[in-house]
Structure formats: structure tokens, C-alpha cells
């Protein structure tokens, strides 16, 4: 991520723009496996800020996000398993726009839940059956009837549109002023779609649902604003808002009501404070309403990261250390084993006082 914003801050000095890029991680901040997001420098987990006269491409955005659903009760699991293998071969649409399958890719799912324990006040009113929803789409990344393209690598449209620097630390492509303003409603405008389309799916997967929430965690939130795998929520409506903690198929997921931005006591406690008013950002630390979206990826045989060897372009080599002291040697990401993390989110979130868990909700089966 150093790399990331060291790339951002060096275009926007040299488009005449303040070089303010920040990322504020969250609970979960782990690496991205997506290769090309990878290898130009961004990580996963946070919150990145940039010039609101900037549109950063290379980061990627997908609209990915999480619908939470009550159910009246519970679903039958075949039946549900049914309906998705009708729903995957169906010729679907939304909007005009042919819709393909993606419940079943990377670490998309949908999952049905049973109430296991309310562990707040707050939490009595929950339901006791919920449906889970994760999904982007990859409807809007090649073209778009709104707009050029998601995605720089798919996009020929967004490639031509784009402004390519080369920087110290690699390459970046960007697009400022009105271009920049035109992807911002762009991306706002496939968020929306996308939150629809799990709405449409949830349909066609269970039938009758009553959202609870249906919240963006990978796109823009506002000019300048990218949620890299994190949810962002107003800080005037966070008593009303409940977003989801999901941790793995084999772990619980958790209701949270968040708590506006980071406290002077968790900004004490994670030892921030000196560096934040160093660098003059104290201000964007205590605003940044944030919390995970998952546990995020987790690496159990590695201990620590050794150093990074800069190969020219957007070549990296990283120098790990495993658990038994051997050097691991890799410029892939996706080389490395992974796993997810657990319950250390939930009681970092507990411990920074970020948001109350509300219930815990035991995973009855995944549909993927």
C-alpha cells in the first residue's frame, strides 16, 4: 500500500493538485489476491483517499457489496440449491443488461443464517433467519451502457480515456477533472445497480425477503473517496445502521451497529496520534467512519515481511520470513497459501470501540 500511495501523491504533485493520499486501514486490512490491483500497489481492507479532482483506475472498482436479508423462516436448503442452478443457467436481465452468475466465484457466496445469540440491547428486534448476499457482477468491467468501464486491464475504452504516468515506484493511470467527475457517477450509478441485482438474486434464490441492509464495500463513496473493502456509513444515521461481519464458512456472522470514526482513546491505543498530527491527517482519522467487511486473508506459515526489492516497473520482489526462520521469495501474491481470518476482527473492533455487535448468527448451509 506504500507503494499505492506513493504512486497517488507523486501524480497529483505533478497535475498541480495538493498530494493528499491516505489510506486508513480497517480491522481486516490484509493484501488483495486480485493480481492486477496487487501489483500496482493496493491493498485491501480500508479506506483510500485521494484528490476529489482525481478518478484512480488501478484500483479497481467493482461495486462489490453485501445484502442482509430477514427471512419469515427458515428456507429449504435443496430447494435453495435448485433455485440458484436455475437462476445460473436463466438469461436473467436488470435494466436491459443481461446478468452473469457470479455466486460461485472468488469468495462470493450466499449463505442462510439462523439467530444463535443477541449480544445487545439493540439486537432484540433482529429476525431469526437471515440471508447473506456477496456480490459485484461482472456486467459493468469490459463496457458499460452507463458509462466507459470499470476496469483499466478489460476496458478499451477506459484505457483510451486514461492518463498514464510513470512514477518511481511504477505506473499509475488516472483520470482528473470533468473525466474524473464522469467516473465518479459512473461508479455511483453501477453501485446501485449492483445492489439491485443482489436484491434480484436474493429473489430468485429464496423468494420473499425484507432487507436489512444492501451496502457497498469496494467503490466509491464519494469524489475522491474509495472503499477498498470496507464499508463506510453516515455518521448521522449510525444509531439506524446495521452492517454485516462475515468471517469464513465455518465461522459465525455478526451484526454490527457502527460507531462514528476512531476515538481519541483507540487513536491513542493503536499509538497513531504523534504520526497523524505529523503528517496533518488527525482530522481525516477521527472522520473515517469505517468498519471490515470479513476477516480478511491471513497467512499462517509466514512470520514477517523481511523487505521489498523494486524490479522496475510494476515489479516487485517480497522477502518473507516463514514461522521456522526459512526466507520465502515471491512477486506473486497468489503464490502464497492462504486462510481467513477469525474472531481477533470482532475483539479488535470490540477493543477500538468501532461498532457494538448486535447477534451472532450461526451459517445453516452456503450456496455457491
Known sequence: ????????????????????ALFVGAPDLTVTRNAARFRQGF????????????????AKPNGCGMLIAALSGPPDERQVREAARAAREAALELDGVPLRYDLGESNHFVDVCELE??????????????????????????GSPFGPGLYLDESEELRRRARRFETPWGSLSVLSGEEARGFHAFCVRVQEFNARRRELYARALVGEHTPIC?????????????????????????DRTILPLTLGPDQPVYLLRPRPGFSDAAIAKLGWRERAEREGVLAELRAADLLPHGGGYAFPALARLRGVEALGGDRRRFSLEDREGNAVTVEEIRELPFSFRGP???ARLRELELAIPLARYRIRFVVR
Open 1 to 20: 500500500m506504500a507503494h499505492g500511495l506513493a504512486k497517488i501523491q507523486h501524480v497529483e504533485a505533478l497535475l498541480g493538485l495538493e498530494p493528499v
Open 43 to 58: 491493498g485491501y481492507g480500508g479506506q483510500l483517499h485521494w484528490h476529489p479532482e482525481l478518478a484512480v483506475l488501478d
Open 117 to 142: 445469540q443477541v449480544l445487545d440491547e439493540g439486537g432484540r428486534e433482529l429476525p431469526r433467519h437471515l440471508l447473506v448476499v456477496h456480490s459485484s457482477g461482472h456486467e459493468h468491467r469490459p
Open 214 to 238: 444492501n451496502a457497498t464495500h469496494q467503490g466509491l463513496r464519494a469524489p475522491g473517496v474509495f472503499q477498498l473493502g470496507a464499508y463506510g456509513f453516515a455518521r448521522d444515521e449510525a
Open 344 to 346: 481477533e476482527v470482532l
